[in-house]
C-alpha cells in the first residue's frame, strides 16, 4: 500500500507531492521505542530456542554494534557475567539513550572493531557468545 500511495503522489504537482510525502510519512511512522527490524527478536527468540534461557547464564557475552540498544537488552535478560559491547565513536550520544537500561554488568567500548589492533583484541578475553 505504501508503495502504491508513493507512487500515485509521483503523478501529483510538485507542490502536492511534497505533501502528500509528508502525510504517507506520517501513516507509517513507527511508534517511539518500537523494534524496527523485527528479524532480530525472532532470531534470539531462535537462539533460545535452540540452547535454552540458561546457557548463556554467568558467561560473558559480546555484541558488536549496539545499535539502538534492544539486542542488548535481550542479552541482557540471559543474565551473562558480563555483557560487552563494541560500538563506534559516532554511535555514543544515541547509545547513550539506552545504556543505562542495560541491568548487568557491562562494558561499552568506543572503537572500531575492523580496526582493533592485535592487543586490543586479545585484551576482551574469550566469550561463550559473540
Known amino acids: 500500500?505504501?508503495?502504491?500511495?508513493?507512487?500515485?503522489?509521483q503523478n501529483l504537482p510538485p507542490?502536492?507531492?511534497?505533501i502528500a510525502q509528508a502525510v504517507?510519512?506520517?501513516?507509517?511512522r513507527k511508534p517511539p521505542g518500537s523494534e524496527p527490524l523485527m528479524y532480530r527478536k525472532v532470531l534470539?527468540?531462535?537462539?533460545?530456542?535452540?540452547?535454552?534461557?540458561?546457557?548463556?547464564?554467568g558467561s560473558r557475552i559480546l555484541e558488536i554494534g549496539s545499535k539502538d540498544g534492544f539486542d542488548s537488552q535481550r542479552l541482557a535478560s540471559l543474565l551473562p557475567v558480563e555483557l560487552v559491547m563494541i560500538d563506534l565513536p559516532e554511535k555514543l550520544e544515541g547509545n547513550k539513550r539506552w545504556l543505562n537500561q542495560?541491568?548487568?554488568?557491562?562494558?561499552?567500548?568506543?572503537?572500531n572493531f575492523m580496526y582493533m589492533t592485535m592487543q586490543e583484541y586479545e585484551a576482551l578475553g574469550r566469550f561463550r557468545l559473540i
Open 44 to 57: 534470539f527468540d531462535e537462539l533460545l530456542e535452540r540452547v535454552g534461557m540458561g546457557y548463556f547464564h
Open 102 to 111: 542495560i541491568t548487568c554488568q557491562k562494558k561499552y567500548i568506543e572503537a
Open 15 to 18: 507542490t502536492m507531492q511534497r
Open 1 to 9: 500500500m505504501r508503495r502504491l500511495l508513493k507512487s500515485v503522489s
Open 24 to 28: 504517507i510519512k506520517l501513516l507509517y
